[in-house]
């Protein structure tokens, strides 16, 4: 029987992550990403499924991120009830990732529904709610890593490491036997070697097909290692002037990799004692679920854990969830490291911190992750000399310090690396998950070395032989 996938979102873009493949006659769904976009745009195309989720029985979750698990609970909601496959780690993230996703979907519902009311247009209804994204995690079975399992009739499933975030899982999909049998990875994301507390990302043999994330396709990441020693200097710089470091960060993985790093720099003595907060629910939830999967991590951290340190501060670090005690760090004028969230600085607790310091000059931000478009963290990423937060503008006179290293996903380089050092039979590369020049640097490389290298349009449909 034929067997295909179809590429359903994260394709030319690097948000809504979906993909269907199609073995022997049993659809699995790749993925269930939320899209990223304008407005009504994105919520259009979140809402509508190019199948039909009561009839979809399989689906495989690759790990945590919103842009690739943030659509399900509207896929439970709109009949699915069969079984989202996904790591331990990835099914206890989502438990507190996707009702946050929810929280969001009913916020911007009352905002879009106010402008509505204004213009005597019907309300909208969210997307989905709080309530709907914990009936969805039930629809979710936890796996573990480095075992085969059959999903359906001849299919297996196996989740490798992907070196991205905790619990993200490179997946090989198996069928057929002997001559006729197949072997797909999907690799999207992929992450990188040495990433703070992650396993490095398993390179697959005797791959048939990739489909692979290039999201970074054509460019370049400065070494992990910089990051510690400039973090290092600018906290150290920041203290003696006084002032606060203030790192606006993903509650998932990032903020967890910069405490790492500065439990390192406190216990090599190269920074002082100063108060650090993890401001930020979400983040401490989630650091909660870290603590709960030593298994997910390297031999580096499973070491510190040996000799009785906590690589996530505790005693250290105060993770803060109350509103109150979030509100007190405003009225401490002593220096201290403040992390919080969201990480774009498009909402949260951080807002609070940004506009309460951002006019003190011996205040630094420090950027640590990505900021897209049209985010007010990217606005500090282009050094505006101002600001709006809150819809009041600020000038900004404190210092940005930006740190690109600690990206969680595989540059051009060591994309090239992975695909190297798989099989030189691959019959299919497929490139999705990344902007469109990105995607078509990669692939440029990639045909240089003779790859048969594809880089698909939303719902192309490619036979698997
Ligand atoms: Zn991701
Ligand atoms: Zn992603």
Redesign the pocket.
């Known amino acids: 029987m034929k067997s295909s996938i179809q590429f359903l979102g994260g394709v030319g873009t690097v948000t809504g992550s979906q993909h269907l493949l199609k073995i022997n006659g049993s659809e699995i769904l790749l993925d269930c990403g939320l899209f990223e976009g304008k407005r009504d745009e994105a919520y259009q195309r979140n809402l509508h499924f190019d199948f039909n989720p009561p009839f979809l029985k399989h689906a495989v979750l690759s ?1 945590a ?1 919103i ?2 698990s943030g659509n399900i609970p509207n896929l439970v909601r709109q009949g699915f009830h069969g079984t989202i496959y996904a790591t331990h780690a990835t099914k206890d993230l989502a438990a507190y990732m996707l009702p946050d996703s929810g929280h969001i979907q009913e916020e911007d519902v009352k905002f879009v529904n106010n402008i509505n009311k204004k213009k005597g247009l019907p309300p909208r209804r969210p997307l989905y709610t709080k309530e709907d994204a914990f009936v969805s995690l039930e629809y979710i079975k936890g796996m573990p890593y480095f075992e085969y399992f059959e999903l359906t009739d001849g299919v297996r499933v196996s989740f490798c490491e992907a070196g ?2 905790l619990g993200a899982a490179l997946t090989i999909f198996e069928w057929g036997a002997n001559s006729s049998r197949r072997r797909l990875a999907y690799a999207v ?1 992929l992450g990188r070697p040495n990433l703070p507390l992650l396993r490095d990302p398993m390179i697959p043999q005797d791959l048939d097909y990739l489909i692979l994330e290039s999201t970074y396709g054509g460019r370049f990441h400065e070494e992990i290692s910089l990051a510690k020693e400039k973090i290092g200097t600018i906290v150290k710089q920041t203290i003696e002037n006084g002032g606060k470091v203030i790192i606006p960060s993903f509650a998932l993985e990032r903020t967890q990799a910069v405490v790492y790093i500065l439990m390192q720099l406190l216990e090599e003595g190269i920074i002082d004692k100063i108060p650090i907060f993890v401001d930020s629910p979400l983040a401490a939830d989630i650091t909660e679920v870290f603590r709960a999967h030593p298994e997910c991590f390297d031999n580096a951290t499973k070491q510190i854990i040996r000799e009785d340190q906590d690589p996530f501060g505790i005693g250290r670090v105060r993770y803060i969830r109350a509103t109150e005690a979030s509100k007190s760090l405003n009225e401490r004028t002593d220096p201290m490291i403040i992390i919080s969230a969201s990480g774009m600085c498009e909402g949260g607790r951080i807002l609070h911190h940004l506009k309460n310091h951002i006019h003190k000059e011996n205040t630094t931000i420090l950027i640590v992750g990505f900021m897209a478009q049209h985010t007010l963290g990217r606005s500090l990423v282009e050094r505006k000399p101002s600001v709006k937060i809150f819809g009041e503008k600020y000038r900004v006179k404190a210092r940005i310090e930006i740190i690109n290293s600690l990206s969680a996903h595989a540059d051009q380089n060591e994309l090239l690396d992975f695909v190297r050092g798989a099989d030189r039979h691959l019959k299919g590369i497929f490139l999705v998950h990344g902007e469109p020049e990105q995607s078509a640097a990669l692939a440029e490389r990639l045909k240089e070395e003779r790859y048969p290298v594809y880089v698909p349009r939303q719902g192309d449909i490619v036979a698997l032989e």
């Open positions: 790990h991120h842009d690739h991205h975030v994301d």
